[in-house]
Each structure stands twice: as structure tokens, then as C-alpha cells.
């Protein structure tokens, strides 16, 4: 499997961006999609994921209300839809696979860049 994640781009606070992260190959072995962030001199952290068939998603304290996840099977593709975006929102976005009987994020796309101007 591989994944490529698209759509950053440089915003000014307020606005919004739509990532985009496609799969491709065996993308069926995954059950769970996720995007993360790593900002400048930090740690990468979790922003949210989404189960594959369900459809279930889970979001980050930091941007509940303001960003969206969704997938589309049809497209093997994870969107990452992100409003009212804020300069601490700046950083490298990745998404991730999760493989079924696994219990990590192991599958790894390039990131995106996403910086908010202030």
C-alpha cells in the first residue's frame, strides 16, 4: 500500500484547506485511516481518524468543531477538511494506515505542509 497525501498550502487564520490522502495498492488491508501533524520542534501528534467501513471517526480535543474527516472507498481516499484554521495549526500533515489485527498506525504517506499566517 501506498499512501499520498495532498492539499496543503499556505493560508492566512480563518480560511481553509482540504487535505486529501490516497491509497493505493492492497488499500483494503486497511482498517483505519488517520491523519497527524507535526509542528515545528514538536512531537508528531494524533489529529483524527476514521474507520475504513464504518465510517467512524475520532477527533482531537484541538480541533473539534472545526475539522472534518471523511473517506471515500470508491476513491481510497481520506479527506481532512479544515476550517477556521489558526497559526498553531502549522505544521507537516501526514495521514496513516492502520492494517486489520493491528493495533498502531504502521502505514506512512509523505507529508503535507500546511502554514497559517497570522
Known amino acids: 500500500v501506498q499512501l499520498q497525501a495532498s492539499g496543503g498550502g499556505l493560508v492566512q487564520a480563518g480560511d481553509s484547506l482540504r487535505l486529501s490522502c490516497e491509497a493505493s495498492g492492497r488499500a483494503f488491508s486497511l482498517i483505519r485511516m488517520g491523519w497527524f501533524r507535526q509542528a515545528p520542534g514538536m512531537e508528531r501528534e494524533l489529529v483524527a481518524h476514521?474507520?475504513?467501513?464504518?465510517?467512524?471517526?475520532y477527533y482531537s480535543d484541538f480541533v473539534k468543531g472545526r475539522f472534518t474527516i471523511s473517506r471515500d472507498n470508491a476513491k481510497d481516499t481520506v479527506y481532512l477538511q479544515m476550517n477556521n484554521l489558526k497559526p498553531d495549526d502549522t505544521g507537516v500533515y501526514y495521514c496513516?494506515?492502520?492494517?486489520?489485527?493491528?493495533?498502531?498506525?504502521?502505514?506512512w504517506g509523505q507529508g503535507t505542509l500546511v502554514t497559517v499566517s497570522s
Open positions: 476514521i474507520g475504513r467501513l464504518s465510517g467512524l471517526a
Open positions: 496513516a494506515g492502520q492494517y486489520g489485527g493491528r493495533s498502531n498506525f504502521e502505514k
